[in-house]
Nanobody, 116 residues
Framework: QVQLVESGGGLVQPGGSLRLSCAVS????????TAWYRQAPGKQRELVAG???????NYADSVKGRFTISRDNAKNTVYLQMISLKPEDTAVYYC??????????WGQGTQVTVSS
């Protein structure tokens, strides 16, 4: 069982920045991929950014150039750096991990609110 704990959410003004962290309970090397998803009220959960075991990354078109996913293997932590935040980025952000058997795990989510 993989446990994921997100942190770093909060209230930020449009144009501001936040960095989300996802602490993983096992070595990241044991995972096939990790990702950040988000879910806004009344909308489906959507993929924001992902990073594979080999380090390849992918992003939703809506966040390209503004969000960066990264990881610290020594700390077993995955990050999502968000800049130039927009009100439409407001959502609960979830960390996701896929293990070597393709089992999926989710964190509890962290709220990001972009508002003036």
């Amino acid at each position: 069982q993989v446990q994921l704990v997100e942190s770093g959410g909060g209230l930020v003004q449009p144009g501001g920045s936040l960095r989300l962290s996802c602490a993983v309970s096992i070595s990241i090397f044991g995972l096939s991929a990790t990702a950040w998803y988000r879910q806004a009220p009344g909308k489906q959960r959507e993929l924001v950014a992902g990073i594979t075991k080999s380090g390849s990354t992918n992003y939703a078109d809506s966040v390209k150039g503004r969000f960066t996913i990264s990881r610290d293997n020594a700390k077993n932590t995955v990050y999502l750096q968000m800049i130039s935040l927009k009100p439409e980025d407001t959502a609960v952000y979830y960390c996701n991990a896929v293990d070597s058997l393709l089992n999926r795990f989710w964190g509890q989510g962290t709220q990001v609110t972009v508002s003036s």
